[in-house]
């Protein structure tokens, strides 16, 4: 009987908290996402806001957004084999500044390429998802 009052508690509880938590997520609009990656280009939000500058670019990285949802993030390569660290910035305020970083040749290793958010305003880049070798970092200041 006493489990049987626990288990009424708890599942009642998670109703009542989980009901309330959807319940607030729907008075803020939704958030755009990444909607469309192809090779030479990124969408967001449903427009582009990258293409390829060069021939033969190529998105080789997750586009991943920050936790604010305020840039995303993403490395491309060249045939050559340039490798260069993209942040686009899609706030309002600054929508459609895109920053680059080209990586080091000397950084470059063999295996799959990883971008990965280290805070606000700062990006790494690795082949491991946890070590990065490049951090690239920016600040933003409106006039």
Do not use: C
């Not at 459609?96 to 990586?103: A, E, P, Q, R």
């Not at 700062?122 to 933003?140: I, Q």
């Amino acid at each position: 009987m006493r489990f049987s009052f626990v288990l009424v508690t708890v599942l009642l509880t998670t109703i009542w908290l989980g009901a309330g938590n959807r319940a607030q997520a729907q008075h803020f609009p939704p958030v755009p996402r990444v909607h469309k990656v192809t090779a030479t280009a990124v969408y967001y939000g449903g427009e582009r806001v990258w293409r390829a500058k060069r021939r033969g670019e190529r998105v080789i990285t997750p586009v991943l957004s920050s936790r604010q949802r305020g840039a995303v993030a993403f490395a491309t390569r060249t045939r050559r084999g340039s490798v260069t660290l993209i942040v686009v910035l899609v706030d309002k305020a600054v929508r459609g500044h895109v920053m680059t970083w080209v990586i080091p040749r000397r950084t470059h290793k063999r295996g799959r390429a990883n971008v990965m958010w280290l805070g606000r305003s700062k990006v790494g880049f690795g082949y491991s998802p946890v070590r990065p070798v490049v951090v690239a970092s920016w600040r933003v200041r409106q006039r």
